[in-house]
C-alpha cells in the first residue's frame, strides 16, 4: 500500500528534501501586516502580478509567473500573525508539480512543523486510480525532513487503511497491516483467530465477529516491541473494517461509511509506527480486535447475554453498539500487561460527532497530569482535541437486569459518548488511560485536505509521548 507522496516517481522523503543546489521557485511568506512593505520593496513586475486580491490571509497562496510563463516566486498568506502551520497544508493542494523553497520560515514558526505540514497536504489516495500530475517537491531549510516524512507517512498510513474499501480490508487484510508493520521494526505479532478466541479468553470478540463470512473470521491481533522491563505502552484500535450494524441493520445512508469503522485500528498503527521509528524507550503493544460485524444465522441477537475476557457480563441491547464489546476484551488484555500507559482510539460513536463536529475529536481521562500531556501535545502538533468528562452521574444508564451490565445505556443519560468513555473505563487497566472517540473523517475536500480518510490526534499524542519517555 503506496502513501502520502509517494505519487508519480516521489516517495514523501523526497517530495520533503531536496538536494539544496536543485532549481527552485521560491516562496515568500507573508503576515498582512508585512504585506504593504514587501509591494514596496518588490520588483514593480511583481508587485504587480501578486495583485491586488492577495491580503496574506492564512493559506492564501498566489503564483507569480515569470517571463517564460513559468512559476517565479509564490506568495504565501500566513494571517495576522504566524500562530499555526496549516497555510503549508493548504500549500500543498494549491501548487503544480516541481521544486519549491522556502525563504526561511517565519519567525514563531517550526521549520519541521512547517515541513510536516505540506507533507500532510501531499496526500491522496491512489490504489484505484492514478494522479496524473507529480506533487510538488517543497525544500524548508532547517527543518528535520526525516522526522517530518515520518510523521506524514505515518498519517497517511492511517488514511490509507481508512479509505480502503471493505472488500479489499477484511480482519485479515487489517492483520496484513500488521504484520507488515511490525516486520518494518522487528517487532513480534501474534493472532488469535475464529473459535481458538473463545478457549484464549476473548469471547466478546468472537461473539461480535461470529458472523463473518470463511476467510473474515474474528481475530485478536497482537503487536509487541521494545525491551522487556521498559515502560508498558498499551495502544488498542476498534478494528471493525465493516459494521453493517448487525441484526440491529443501518440504514444505507448510516451503512455508506462504514469502511472506516476501522479507523480506531488504523490510529493506533500509525501512532506505533512513530513510537518505534523514534525507538522511544517503551515496551510497546498494539492492540487491535479485528472483525466484520455481519448479518447471518450466527450474528449476535439483541437480548444476548455475552462473556468478557474480564469476567463481566454484557446484555446486548444493541447489535450496532458493537465497538465498545471487541474494545472491552481488548482492554482487558491491556491490564493484564501492566501498563504505565494505555491509549484506546475509536470510531465509537455518532454522539461524539454531535457534540464536536467531525473535524475536533473528543477524549475522555481522569488522570489530570495525563490530560495536561495530552493538551500541551495537540497544541504542540496543532492537532486539535477536546476533553469531555466522565461524568459518573451517567453510570446508572449502563446498569442491566439480568448482567452486570449493558452496551446501550439507558436513554434517560443521552450522553451517547459519555456513556460509552463510561462502558469502557470499566475494562480499561488502572492508572493512566485515555480514550479518543475519532472520526476518522473529512467530509468535504479542501485544498491540502481531501474528502475521505483523516488522521486524527496521531501528531498530538506522538508529541505528547516524545515528552513523557523522552
Same mark, same amino acid.
Not at 223 to 242: D, H, M, Q, S
Given at each position: 500500500m503506496r502513501h502520502a507522496g509517494a505519487s508519480g516517481d516521489l516517495t514523501m522523503s523526497e517530495a520533503l528534501h531536496t538536494p539544496a543546489d536543485a532549481a527552485a521557485v521560491? *516562496?515568500?511568506?507573508?503576515? $498582512?501586516? #508585512?504585506? $504593504? %512593505? !514587501?509591494?514596496?520593496?518588490?520588483?514593480?513586475?511583481? +508587485?504587480?502580478? @501578486?495583485?491586488?486580491?492577495?491580503? &496574506?490571509?492564512?493559506?492564501?497562496?498566489?503564483?507569480?509567473p515569470g517571463p517564460d510563463g513559468r512559476p517565479a516566486r509564490v506568495l504565501l498568506g500566513l494571517g495576522a500573525a504566524p500562530g499555526e502551520v496549516t497555510a503549508f497544508r493548504t500549500l500543498a493542494g494549491r501548487l503544480p508539480a516541481g521544486t519549491y523553497r522556502l525563504e526561511g520560515a517565519p519567525a514563531g514558526i517550526d521549520p519541521t512543523d512547517a515541513a510536516t505540514a505540506f507533507g500532510l497536504g501531499l496526500y491522496r489516495f491512489e490504489r484505484y486510480r492514478k494522479r496524473e500530475a507529480a506533487p510538488p517537491r517543497l525544500i524548508v531549510p532547517g527543518a528535520d525532513a526525516a522526522e517530518a516524512s515520518a510523521i506524514a507517512e505515518a498519517c497517511a498510513l492511517a488514511k490509507d487503511l481508512v479509505n480502503t474499501p471493505a472488500n479489499d480490508l477484511g480482519p485479515a487484510e487489517l492483520e496484513a497491516a500488521a504484520r507488515d508493520l511490525a516486520a518494518r521494526f522487528g517487532a513480534? *505479532? $501474534?493472532?488469535?483467530?475464529?473459535?481458538d478466541l473463545l478457549s484464549r479468553g476473548y469471547p466478546a470478540v468472537? %461473539?461480535?465477529?461470529? @458472523? +463473518? &463470512?470463511?476467510?473474515? $473470521?474474528?481475530?485478536?491481533?497482537? /503487536?509487541? !516491541?521494545?525491551? @522487556?522491563?521498559?515502560? /508498558?505502552? &498499551?495502544?488498542?484500535? =476498534?478494528? *471493525? /473494517?465493516?459494521?453493517?450494524?448487525?441484526? #440491529?441493520? =443501518?440504514?444505507?445512508?448510516g451503512m455508506r461509511l462504514m469502511k472506516k469503522d476501522m479507523g480506531g485500528a488504523a490510529h493506533v498503527l500509525a501512532l506505533g509506527s512513530l513510537v518505534m521509528q523514534a525507538a522511544l524507550p517503551v515496551r510497546l503493544s498494539i492492540l487491535v480486535p479485528a472483525v466484520e460485524n455481519a448479518v447471518s444465522g450466527a450474528a449476535m441477537r439483541p437480548g444476548d447475554v455475552l462473556a468478557t475476557r474480564k469476567g463481566l457480563s454484557v446484555e446486548v441491547g444493541n447489535t450496532d453498539a458493537e465497538g465498545r464489546l471487541i474494545l472491552a476484551d481488548a482492554l482487558t488484555r491491556a491490564a493484564e500487561l501492566s501498563p504505565d500507559l494505555t491509549l484506546d482510539m475509536a470510531t465509537l460513536t455518532g454522539a461524539a460527532r454531535v457534540a464536536l463536529g467531525p473535524q475536533l475529536p473528543p477524549y475522555f481521562t481522569d488522570d489530570e497530569a495525563l490530560a495536561a500531556g495530552i493538551e500541551a501535545g495537540a497544541r504542540k502538533a496543532f492537532d486539535p482535541v477536546w476533553r469531555l468528562p466522565l461524568w459518573k452521574g451517567y453510570l446508572p444508564s449502563l446498569d442491566s437486569d439480568i448482567a452486570d451490565l449493558k452496551n446501550d445505556p439507558d436513554a434517560w443519560a443521552q450522553a451517547g459518548a459519555m456513556t460509552a468513555a463510561l462502558f469502557l473505563q470499566k475494562f480499561a487497566p488502572p492508572g493512566a488511560w485515555a480514550h479518543f472517540d475519532i472520526f476518522a473523517w473529512n467530509p468535504r475536500t479542501q485544498p491540502g485536505a481531501p474528502a475521505g480518510g483523516e488522521a486524527m490526534a496521531i501528531r498530538g499524542l506522538y508529541a505528547m509521548l516524545k515528552a513523557r519517555y523522552a
Open positions: 521560491p *516562496v515568500t511568506c507573508l503576515c $498582512e501586516g #508585512d504585506l $504593504e %512593505a !514587501w509591494r514596496a520593496g518588490a520588483p514593480p513586475l511583481e +508587485a504587480g502580478l @501578486a495583485g491586488t486580491e492577495f491580503r &496574506a490571509r492564512p493559506g492564501q497562496a498566489v503564483i507569480i513480534q *505479532v $501474534e493472532v488469535i483467530t475464529g473459535e468472537h %461473539a461480535v465477529g461470529r @458472523a +463473518a &463470512a470463511p476467510g473474515r $473470521e474474528p481475530r485478536m491481533i497482537e /503487536v509487541t !516491541w521494545g525491551e @522487556a522491563g521498559r515502560p /508498558v505502552l &498499551a495502544l488498542v484500535g =476498534k478494528g *471493525v /473494517v465493516f459494521d453493517t450494524g448487525g441484526l #440491529d441493520l =443501518k440504514p444505507s445512508s
